[in-house]
């Protein structure tokens, strides 16, 4: 393509420029964990940690994106890459116990704390007006670029709590409820210099739980073991309020049949996951926005963050969740 325009007599008229840059990023991950059998029934643990995530390529090369008024968003919006986003960095630490009661009942119970730093955050910010841009609406599109750049913390600590039991032969169960508290902090004012108006929010705030992350969800299953090696479950999976779909708390099923063939060594399993085929609103709703629960927002005013209200630039879609699945696996132990 540069040839070709080369070609035409002006090489800087073509509408790419290929350009390399080289980061490199290093960091020390050790690992440590602990573990001491108070008595017979009861063991203490306690386990640090850290590691490193690299951003997906989108995020760090490649070419912008841009898109123009329409009818689901009258903004103009162009999207670039940052290439200089560093790594996130995750520390981890976690103490936990598990009490083994009478019956072969099993108590465990985690408390961990991680800090990531370096957290990519999206950040969009308001740029001139750009000319011949078509479907502009005066008064209500707006000119806005958005990239990814790296954030100070996100805080992440909570409780998880599960019982179980697992017998060979027999019925068995498994029940979890994790409590979670996630949030972003020492945000600097600086960071949202581009959002100063109502109509341009920004979703990244200090010490607010992070949208799309619930505070508390649990996982509830039986299952049966056969003599004969054949095992079947059913589960049930409860998403507290504030998760991943933008909309109300659910539940969704699932269930598996586990069959050895022949021997011990080969099995196939038959799963179905989203039993019920289950989905927040209806595909209508979805395709929709503002079908969701309202994600705050706030903006920069004088200085002092201002919460925006509930409106256009708050609400959120509903977000679909993956349709009734069904898996067959076969596999084999050496």
């Known amino acids: ?111 961990y704390d991680l800090t990531v730093h370096n957290v990519f955050l999206s950040q969009t910010q308001a740029i001139a007006p750009v000319s011949g841009v078509p479907g502009v609406i005066a008064g209500v599109t707006q000119y806005l670029q958005t990239n990814y750049v790296n954030g100070p913390e996100q805080r992440s600590s909570g409780l998880e709590v599960s019982i179980y039991k697992n017998p060979p032969v027999g019925l068995g169960y498994y029940t979890s409820l994790t ?63 504030d998760n991943s779909t933008f909309g109300a708390p659910y539940i969704i099923s699932d269930t598996s049949v586990r069959v050895p063939l022949g021997s011990r060594r080969v099995h196939a399993q038959l799963s179905v996951q989203n039993l019920t ?13 503002a079908q969701g629960n309202v994600e705050p927002g706030v903006y920069l005013s004088k200085g002092a963050l201002i919460y925006a209200g509930p409106g256009a630039s708050t609400s959120t879609p509903l977000q679909a969740l993956p349709p009734r699945t069904a898996r067959f696996l076969l596999d084999f132990a050496l």
Not at 30 to 48: C, D, M, V
Not at 204 to 215: A, L, M, T
Not at 222 to 236: H, I, M
């Open 179 to 241: 409590l979670n508290r996630t949030y972003y902090t020492q945000l600097p004012l600086s960071f949202y210099a581009g959002n100063t108006s109502a109509g341009n929010v920004n979703y990244n705030i200090n010490d607010v739980q992070i949208f799309g992350n619930p505070f508390v969800k649990g996982y509830g299953q039986v299952f049966f073991n056969s003599r004969n090696g054949v095992t079947v479950e059913f589960g049930a999976d409860w998403e507290g309020q």
């Open 277 to 289: 085929n289950y989905n927040p609103g209806t595909a209508l709703g979805r395709t929709l926005a």
């Open 1 to 111: 393509m540069l040839a070709a325009y080369a070609a035409k007599g002006n090489s800087a008229a073509s509408p790419v420029a290929l350009v390399s840059r080289t980061s490199t990023y290093d960091h020390y991950d050790p690992h440590a964990g602990l573990q001491y059998r108070a008595t017979p029934t009861l063991s203490l643990r306690a386990n640090a940690g850290s590691s490193i995530t690299q951003p997906y390529p989108a995020l760090v090369s490649g070419f912008g994106s841009i898109s123009i008024p329409n009818a689901a968003n009258p903004n103009y919006t162009v999207a670039i890459p940052n290439f200089n986003l560093k790594p996130e960095t995750t520390v981890a630490y976690d103490l936990g116990l598990d009490q083994r009661f009478e019956g072969d009942n099993i108590l465990s119970l985690d408390a």
